[in-house]
C-alpha cells in the first residue's frame, strides 16, 4: 500500500482499488456511509463508531482516526496497526491524542492534514519523515515508531 497526496487529500493505493482519506472515506467509487463493516475490492472497513475506521488491504492494517473531538472508545480488538493514519482538528487536545496513540501503538504515524502538526511532533517526539510517498510494509513486531508527513500534512 503505498501512500500519496492527490488534490491535497491523503490518499493510498492498493493493489486492487484506492482508498481516500478525506471527509469521508472512500474505496474506489464506494463513500462509506459510517460505522459497519464493508468490503470493497477486497479491502476490509469496519468501524463502531463515527471517526475510528479499521482497514485490512494488501496484508497490512491500518487505522484511520479524526480526532476532532477527544478520544474514542478503544477497541481493544484493533490489533496490530501497522500505521495510524491521524487527522487533527482546531479543537483537538494533543494531551489526549498522544494517550490514545501510546494505547494503540502503531507501528508509523501518517498525518493526513496540516493542523497541529509542530504541536504534535512536539508533544510525541517523534521521528519525522517528509516524503512525496510512502510504501507501508507489513513489519509485524516492535519498530521504531515514526511520523510520516506528506504534501497534504506540509502545508
Known amino acids: ?5 492527490k488534490n ?26 459510517g ?3 464493508f468490503e470493497i475490492d477486497n479491502i476490509l472497513v469496519s468501524s463502531e463508531e ?25 477497541d481493544e480488538q484493533l490489533g496490530d496497526i501497522d500505521a495510524l493514519v491521524l487527522e487533527l482538528g482546531e479543537k483537538t487536545t494533543i494531551k489526549d491524542v498522544a494517550a490514545t496513540i501510546n494505547n494503540l501503538e502503531p507501528n508509523d504515524i501518517v498525518l493526513s492534514r ?12 517523534l521521528p519525522t519523515k517528509e516524503l512525496e ?5 507489513p513489519e509485524g513486531g516492535v519498530t521504531d515508531r515514526e511520523l510520516i508527513l506528506l504534501p497534504c500534512s506540509k502545508e
Not at 1 to 5: G, H, R
Not at 133 to 137: L, Q, R, Y
Open 35 to 37: 460505522p459497519g463493516e
Open 8 to 33: 491535497k487529500v491523503l490518499v493510498a493505493q492498493t493493489k486492487t482499488s484506492t482508498i481516500e482519506f478525506g471527509d469521508k472515506i472512500k474505496v474506489g467509487d464506494f463513500e462509506v456511509p
Open 133 to 137: 510517498s510512502w510504501k507501508i510494509e
Open 50 to 74: 463515527e471517526n475510528i475506521y479499521s482497514i485490512y488491504a494488501d496484508g497490512t492494517h491500518v487505522v484511520f482516526w479524526r480526532a476532532l473531538n477527544g478520544q474514542p472508545h478503544i
Open 114 to 125: 496540516p493542523d497541529k502538526k509542530d504541536e504534535l511532533i512536539k508533544a510525541e517526539g
Open 1 to 5: 500500500m503505498t501512500f500519496k497526496t
